[in-house]
Nanobody
Framework: QVQLVESGGGLVQAGGSLRLSCAAS????????MGWFRQAPGKEREFVAAINWTGGSTSYADSVKDRFTVSRGNAKNTMYLQMNSLKPDDTAIYYC????????????????WGQGTQVTVSS
């Protein structure tokens, strides 16, 4: 089992930046890919970004490409999402997820999820 806890959400003005963190615990000795998803009110959960175990492979949704950067800490059990040039459309609950398989943009590929952290971007 892998437990995930997100942090770093908050309220920011459009054009601002936030950095989300996701800390993993439990079976962290195994290799796993991690991803960020988000869900806005009244909308389905959508893929944001993902990174493999080594950090050498990443994937982004078109809507965040060139604005968001996903990375992993040196100990591999922490994942970050640097969000720049934030827009009101980025307002959502952001979830961290982990999978024992390769990175994926499909939420069904991730068996482990955090509780989420709220990001609100004001116009």
């Amino acid at each position: 089992q892998v437990q995930l806890v997100e942090s770093g959400g908050g309220l920011v003005q459009a054009g601002g930046s936030l950095r989300l963190s996701c800390a993993a615990s439990g079976r962290t000795s195994i290799a796993y890919a991690m991803g960020w998803f988000r869900q806005a009110p009244g909308k389905e959960r959508e893929f944001v970004a993902a990174i493999n175990w080594t950090g050498g492979s990443t994937s982004y949704a078109d809507s965040v490409k060139d604005r968001f950067t996903v990375s992993r800490g040196n100990a591999k059990n922490t994942m970050y999402l640097q969000m720049n040039s934030l827009k009101p459309d980025d307002t959502a609950i952001y979830y961290c997820a982990a999978t024992l398989t390769r990175i994926s943009d499909l939420s069904g590929s991730y068996p482990y999820w955090g509780q989420g952290t709220q990001v609100t971007v004001s116009s």
